[in-house]
């Protein structure tokens, strides 16, 4: 097939819907026979998966990697260059190309703007020159007069890439965030939207007009389509959400809802077998079948907010009553003894901390991030997970009841479980081994469903004409 002109989809605001859409187009587009690759050139956010590198594993932000899922494509860092993961009001962790950048990360944010367009572009050109067609996925609102915008508009340029801008209407004020982005943002920006698309409408989409003409006839934009509120099935980008269509009779599973939590997409699929709530009180844990402690991008400052509203006592206490408690990750070196970070390495306060203390594990973070795909043994049974983490786990060495090619992975001490892996809570087999609860994969299926939203709600042909020029 003839290269296509690239689409980028741009946000009026953050969780304007550009990750869903950008995922729909690449369903969409792959089941129209293009080759279609996606490209977030930075992303915020501390759910990621590990994917192949040209020099091994390395981490790239979850909605990248569901993108190329939709697309039928194997994920790898050139889709999401650059990802910064939060670990204060103030601060990232720099990843670039999949990997820890410690000298990006120390310096001043407005000093790295040459450096992180670097990767960018590099990212970008690979992929254009290997698809037929690459969807672009801004990032926040490219109107931020503010900031020096290269995620949106330099890469909306140097892509020489046609825009569609999507807003939310469920919030209110859509025309005006419209019509206020395409008046703030740069003129060469301006030019290239083609389009906009309203998301998230719930009732009858005649009742908008004459407000998409208007709009029309004020910006030049078309209206590109109304897609409802739709009830699919992907995680949210930030994890922590209750989908609330668990059946009756459910289980109930209580997870803290930590201010560094990670990881917290890979149980989405658990909320739609169990009753998933995200606690920031001790009450959320009182009656719970389960107790999951998440992954966490500092464990320490974490296990601190859970001691300031007494939910380390409330995860004792479920211990000592019988309630099954499960630590991942993070949440599995606080079930330990301590933790010691001599160098600093999650960036925050160096040396030692005292953990729950349900485990006899002690953790010691290492100056270098591990990032492995791994297969492991878990009490016989073979299963699938990835690790991102600093911290190493050594003791409970009577205790260990799952391996990989690292070593330990896995330890049981009666109902108290804890693991260093990522992505169990996503096998269905592994779910009902350890929980008896019934999980099914949902991802294709929510693909399909999203192509289909495409095809009934947008304007394809102005899509097929738009990346055709």
């Not at 590990?50 to 020099?55: E, G, I, K, L, S």
């Not at 469920?170 to 419209?178: C, E, K, V, W």
């Amino acid at each position: 097939m003839t290269a296509l002109r690239p689409l980028m989809v741009l946000g009026c605001t953050s969780d304007a819907g550009k990750s869903l859409l950008v995922t729909a187009l690449c369903a969409w587009f792959r089941r129209e026979g293009v080759r279609v690759a996606p490209f977030k050139a930075q992303n915020m956010s501390n759910n990621a998966r590990v994917v192949a590198t040209p020099h091994g594993n390395g981490e790239i932000g979850v909605a990248q990697w569901l993108q190329a899922s939709a697309a039928g494509l194997e994920p790898d860092v050139r889709m999401n260059p650059v990802l910064l993961k939060p670990e204060a009001d103030t601060q990232s962790q720099v990843v670039v190309r999949g990997v820890v950048d410690r000298e990006l990360t120390a310096m001043l944010w407005q000093d790295r703007h040459d450096a992180l367009w670097i990767p960018m572009v590099e990212g970008f050109d690979d992929l254009a020159a290997e698809f037929d067609l690459v969807v672009i996925e801004g990032a926040g609102s490219p109107a931020e007069i503010n900031l020096v915008d290269q995620v949106n508009n330099r890469m909306v340029e140097h892509a020489d890439a046609t825009a569609l801008l999507i807003s939310d209407i469920d919030r209110g004020g859509s025309f005006a965030h419209l019509y206020g982005t395409w008046a703030l943002v740069p003129e060469a920006t301006r030019d290239r939207l083609a389009g906009y698309v309203l998301n998230k409408f719930r009732g009858d989409p005649t009742l908008l007009a004459p407000g998409p003409g208007r709009l029309t006839e004020m910006t030049g934009m078309a209206n590109a389509g109304v897609l409802p509120m739709l009830r699919h099935r992907l995680p949210r980008e930030e994890g922590a959400v209750e989908h609330g269509d668990a059946p009756a009779g459910a289980p109930s599973v209580a997870i803290p809802r930590l201010p560094f939590g990670s990881n917290l997409d890979e149980f989405h699929m658990l909320s739609h077998a169990a009753s998933v709530r995200w606690a920031t009180d001790a009450a959320s844990f009182e009656r719970a079948d389960f107790v999951i402690l998440p992954g966490s991008k500092h464990v320490v400052a974490d296990l601190a907010w859970m001691r300031e509203r007494g939910l380390d006592v409330a995860v004792a206490r479920a211990a000592a009553a019988g309630t099954p408690v499960i630590g991942v990750c993070g949440g599995a070196m606080m079930l330990g003894m301590s933790l010691d970070d001599p160098n600093g390495a999650e960036g925050f306060a160096r040396g030692a901390a005292e953990m729950l203390g349900l485990l006899p594990l002690r953790t010691m973070m290492a100056d270098d991030k591990l990032t492995v795909r791994s297969s492991i043994d878990w009490e016989g049974e073979q299963h699938d997970g990835y690790e991102i983490r600093y911290g190493r786990v050594s003791g409970g060495d009577d205790l260990v009841v799952a391996r990989s090619a690292l070593g330990p992975v896995g330890w049981r001490s009666g109902n108290v479980v804890a693991t260093t892996i990522h992505g169990l809570f996503e096998d269905p087999a592994f779910v009902e081994r350890l929980l008896g609860v019934r999980i099914s994969p949902v991802l294709d299926d929510t693909f399909a469903q999203l192509a289909d939203a495409v095809e009934q709600h947008l304007d394809t042909d102005l899509l097929r004409h738009l990346t055709s020029t």
